[in-house]
């Protein structure tokens, strides 16, 4: 879909920042979500007055409703959403402190369910929406001294397949998106860091994201599961 209001999560950097730059670059207002108020104003800098910086922190489920509240109110009904921002560590569980595992099932899961539920009721009164969930391949599979946040990837996944099936009727559509390993500083990497045939390129994978966008409003993409030729231990 070309045009139209979006909302980005995780928008600073990495995934989501690819894919706000290219809504913009598909006619989009996109609303910016993200802790870092300075790497939001570089990327409106960068990308034009398109990006509404919004700087939020999805870990305060209060501060995130009035922020929702406030922004619905000021800008209008969203035409869309990517719920792109994720926290993770690969760590033992019981190294997690229990205060940074429920940090991690806001940001992952809690705050998707806030974010969708704020922005439903305007796309119903239009009929039509699109919610897309950015996942990890890690949705579908085990993965030892990851449990937390593999625990929130397939909570998302049931979300996703869940809220797709109440909606479609009404003209909502719930894409997910199961990346494996992407080239970005998720988890404290660097961009750089990974070997290119082991991970996907951040532009690429933020074109697939884009595309799965711009598909006929007829249909639906339900899931996508993008792996980096190179990754066989999955
Ligand atoms: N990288 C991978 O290998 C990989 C693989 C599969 C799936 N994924 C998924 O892909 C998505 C994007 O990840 P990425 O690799 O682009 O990660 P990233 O480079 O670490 O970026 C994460 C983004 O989320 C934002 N964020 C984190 N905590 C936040 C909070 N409390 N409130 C608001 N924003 C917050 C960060 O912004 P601030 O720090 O400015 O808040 C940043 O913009 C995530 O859902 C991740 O789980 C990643």
Request: glycine fraction near 12%; proline fraction near 6%; include cysteine.
């Amino acid at each position: 879909m070309r045009g139209g209001l979006w909302l980005v999560t995780g928008a600073s950097r990495g995934l989501g920042r690819e894919i706000a730059a290219g809504l913009v670059r598909r006619a989009c207002r996109v609303l910016a979500v993200a802790r870092d108020p300075h790497a939001l104003a570089a990327l409106h800098a960068e990308a034009g007055d398109a990006i509404l910086p919004c700087p939020l922190d999805l870990a305060d489920s209060q501060a995130l409703s009035r922020g929702l509240a406030a922004v619905i109110d000021t800008h209008g009904p969203f035409d869309g959403v990517v719920n792109n921002a994720g926290i993770g560590s690969y760590r033992p569980f019981l190294d997690h402190g229990e205060m940074a595992l429920l940090e991690l099932l806001q940001v992952n899961l809690g705050a998707v369910m806030q974010i969708c539920h704020a922005l439903l009721p305007g796309m119903l009164a239009r009929g039509r929406g699109h919610i897309v969930n950015i996942g990890s391949d890690l949705g579908r599979r085990p993965l030892a001294k990851m449990a937390p946040y593999v625990a929130s990837k397939h909570g998302l996944a049931g979300f996703s397949h869940s809220l797709l099936r109440e909606f479609k009727g009404a003209g909502i559509r719930v894409s997910l998106v199961q990346p494996g390993l992407i080239d970005t500083g998720f988890g404290g990497r660097k961009p750089g860091d990974i070997d290119p045939t082991q991970c996907l390129a951040t532009a690429d994978l933020a074109q697939i994201v884009l595309d799965l966008i711009d598909a006929p409003a007829s249909l639906v993409i339900d899931e996508l599961t993008v792996h980096p030729l190179g990754q066989t231990d999955f």
